[in-house]
């Protein structure tokens, strides 16, 4: 009897041991990380799971004894490797929720902003200084997207500026430049279909393209959201009584990289495919990137009587109805000023 009795005696404090080292291993797995901001880390591909706990602990990210890690990997963790990829950890996150989002490969979201107003050239340096972006883009690339624009149903891309849609965009670490506008591209071919399809009648436009091409005249133009509509009313009046639009950003654009940030008259009588002080109609190709609402307002114009506008100063402008009560707009906001 003493002897069954020491048996179950042993066997009972041997499960006691088992389930104090089970409960121990766990415990010391959901420990919190040593992290007190948002830390970034890189699953490296081939790296096993062993591997990226070793670096979390070189890093100073646990202090979790060895022997434990071995043990809390080789029976408790997830049976699939962890995958490669970038990864946020976040203050409070243990090393076993860490794990799993490496085993289910919930890679770290980055963002970039593809600002509207901007020009083709300006999203590039954009692409390209951010450090998770693998840029890539060339003539190639350039060449490629161009090809897949939607020529038949929305008209010819002449370029790629202003084909894609102003937004912020998430990726993936070392997403490809590339990748990204494309993406962009086809919410742009997404977008701009949806807004054609419910125009105001009687545009003086003729094609999804060329309600582009305002949209992107609108966008350098409008300081104050909310003018948007009123703007492109300006615009849509002075292409249906075959005004000149005389918007200087056209002439700008026209003038490239050797714009001095100074606009002057000469600027304006400078003959470029874009100024608009010299030809008649749209300029060939947006002049920058446009985001919805300027799309949204070159399709939806307001309905106004004004013909004209010149900015106060502000960020907005003062609208007028004729030349003569423009001309004293100017006066007031622009020459009087100066004085």
Do not use: C
């Not at 646990?62 to 203050?91: D, E």
């Not at 951010?130 to 929305?154: K, Y």
């Amino acid at each position: 009897m003493r002897l069954l009795i020491s048996f179950v005696f042993l066997v009972l404090l041997a499960i006691g041991v088992v389930l104090g080292g089970v409960f121990f291993v766990n415990n010391e797995a959901k420990r919190p990380l040593e992290i007190s901001s948002p830390t970034l880390v890189s699953v490296t591909p081939g790296q096993a799971g062993s591997q990226v706990v070793s670096e979390l602990k070189a890093n100073g990210y646990t202090q979790i004894h060895p022997v434990v890690i071995k043990i809390w990997l080789k029976f408790f963790a997830p049976a699939s490797g962890p995958k490669a990829g970038t990864y946020q950890l976040t203050p409070g996150m243990s090393l076993q929720q860490a794990y799993q989002h490496f085993v289910q490969g919930e890679e770290y979201q980055f963002d970039v902003s593809l600002i509207e107003g901007l020009t083709f050239r300006q999203w590039l340096e954009i692409l390209r200084s951010h450090d998770f972006i693998d840029f890539d883009v060339d003539d190639t690339q350039i060449a490629q997207m161009l090809s897949e624009w939607p020529t038949a149903e929305f008209g010819e891309a002449r370029s790629p500026e202003g084909i894609f849609l102003a937004d912020t965009y998430h990726f993936t670490a070392n997403t490809s430049a590339s990748v990204i506008l494309h993406r962009a591209m086809l919410a742009m071919t997404d977008y701009l279909r949806s807004a054609w399809a419910a125009r105001a009648v009687d545009l003086p436009i003729s094609s999804p393209y060329e309600a582009l091409i305002l949209a992107s005249i609108i966008e350098k133009e409008t300081g104050v959201a909310s003018e948007r509509p009123k703007i492109a009313g300006v615009f849509v009046n002075r292409l249906n009584s075959k005004m000149r639009l005389q918007t200087d950003p056209t002439v700008i654009y026209g003038i490239g990289e050797n714009f001095d940030g100074n606009i002057t008259r000469a600027h304006l009588k400078q003959k470029t495919p874009y100024n608009t002080y010299v030809i008649h109609g749209l300029p060939p190709t947006p002049i920058a990137m446009a985001g919805k609402p300027a799309i949204d307002a070159a399709l939806q114009p307001l309905q106004t009587d004004a013909l004209y506008f010149v900015s106060r100063g502000d960020g907005t402008h003062q609208f007028s109805t004729n030349l003569e009560d423009h001309n004293s707009a100017v006066y007031q906001y622009q020459i009087k000023k100066q004085d």
